[in-house]
């Protein structure tokens, strides 16, 4: 499995993107980040996107991939979250208002993105990976996945607060390789952390205890930018020398 970091920032200003990351070639994980990144050709191998929940800055590229690939591709895109991400989706962007709804363009039968639910704590087959949705806490129904090919398994947490069902599976999974997860906020602003449903440094040491697993390589995003010096501070505060801050542009091959 490969891993690419197309954007790991929980905001965005110049050299800083929202979260989105490419598996493989043709499946996103989030997409907060796609087309500013990838070349045209690169966007049109895309298959699917998986969903953690519909805050903007894990959604807003859809609907601009979705316009530059269209009359490029012969099937659709797709859209794969829980039944009710997707139907904030639906409801809210891709509903002809905010945005063309390109479930039905350019044909019912034929459109350019497609939503694909599946069921918390249920595997989904998507090419040569699976994955499988485990609810988070934050503040909108959030869900982090354990994605698998034939060897490997990652965790990504999506957005979250303190929480407990993904920890428990990723303390079970015999071929985890990787853990995704987030921090952000500095430890000094843990309250506002809590109530957005978020983590600091010290808030992810916490929660990678319930994990167990000491020698997982555990990748940080979802930084806020302007707080970022002092995230990394904290971060090299908890003397953990498996947990890295992701950067844009980082690959990594598992
Ligand atoms: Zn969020
Ligand atoms: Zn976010």
């Given at each position: 499995m490969r891993i690419r970091v197309l954007g790991c920032y929980g905001a965005e200003m110049p050299g800083y993107k929202t979260s989105g990351?490419?598996?493989?070639?043709?499946?996103?994980?989030?997409?907060?980040?796609?087309?500013?990144?990838?070349?045209v050709e690169e966007q049109i191998k895309i298959n699917n996107i998986i969903i953690s929940h519909t805050h903007l800055d894990h959604i807003k590229d859809i609907q601009f991939l979705a316009d530059n690939v269209m009359g490029k591709r012969d099937k659709p895109i797709n859209l794969i979250s829980t039944n009710g991400v997707l139907s904030v989706l639906k409801r809210n962007i891709l509903n002809d208002i905010v945005w063309p709804d390109f479930t039905t363009i350019p044909s019912k039968d034929k459109p350019i993105l497609k939503f694909l639910s599946v069921q918390e704590k249920k595997e989904l087959s998507i090419g040569e990976l699976t994955v499988k949705p485990i609810a988070t806490t934050h503040i909108v129904e959030t869900v982090g996945y354990v994605i698998k090919d034939k060897k490997n398994a990652i965790i990504y947490t999506g957005d979250t607060g303190h929480t407990e069902e993904i920890w428990k599976i990723a303390s079970r999974e015999s071929n985890l390789k990787a853990v995704f997860a987030?921090?952000?906020?500095?430890?000094?602003?843990?309250?506002?952390?809590?109530?957005?449903?978020?983590?600091?440094?010290?808030?992810?040491?916490?929660?990678?205890?319930?994990?167990?697993?000491?020698?997982?390589?555990?990748?940080?995003?979802?930084?806020?930018?302007?707080?970022?010096?002092?995230?990394?501070?904290?971060?090299?505060?908890?003397?953990?020398?498996?947990?890295?801050?992701?950067?844009?542009g980082d690959i990594i091959e598992l």
């Amino acid at each position: 499995m490969r891993i690419r970091v197309l954007g790991c920032y929980g905001a965005e200003m110049p050299g800083y993107k929202t979260s989105g990351f490419l598996i493989n070639e043709n499946t996103l994980l989030d997409a907060g980040t796609v087309v500013s990144v990838l070349s045209v050709e690169e966007q049109i191998k895309i298959n699917n996107i998986i969903i953690s929940h519909t805050h903007l800055d894990h959604i807003k590229d859809i609907q601009f991939l979705a316009d530059n690939v269209m009359g490029k591709r012969d099937k659709p895109i797709n859209l794969i979250s829980t039944n009710g991400v997707l139907s904030v989706l639906k409801r809210n962007i891709l509903n002809d208002i905010v945005w063309p709804d390109f479930t039905t363009i350019p044909s019912k039968d034929k459109p350019i993105l497609k939503f694909l639910s599946v069921q918390e704590k249920k595997e989904l087959s998507i090419g040569e990976l699976t994955v499988k949705p485990i609810a988070t806490t934050h503040i909108v129904e959030t869900v982090g996945y354990v994605i698998k090919d034939k060897k490997n398994a990652i965790i990504y947490t999506g957005d979250t607060g303190h929480t407990e069902e993904i920890w428990k599976i990723a303390s079970r999974e015999s071929n985890l390789k990787a853990v995704f997860a987030e921090v952000s906020f500095p430890n000094k602003m843990a309250e506002l952390a809590d109530v957005s449903g978020h983590l600091t440094a010290k808030g992810l040491g916490k929660e990678l205890k319930k994990m167990g697993k000491p020698e997982i390589p555990v990748y940080v995003s979802h930084m806020k930018p302007q707080y970022l010096n002092i995230i990394e501070e904290d971060i090299s505060d908890l003397e953990n020398k498996k947990i890295k801050v992701l950067k844009q542009g980082d690959i990594i091959e598992l």
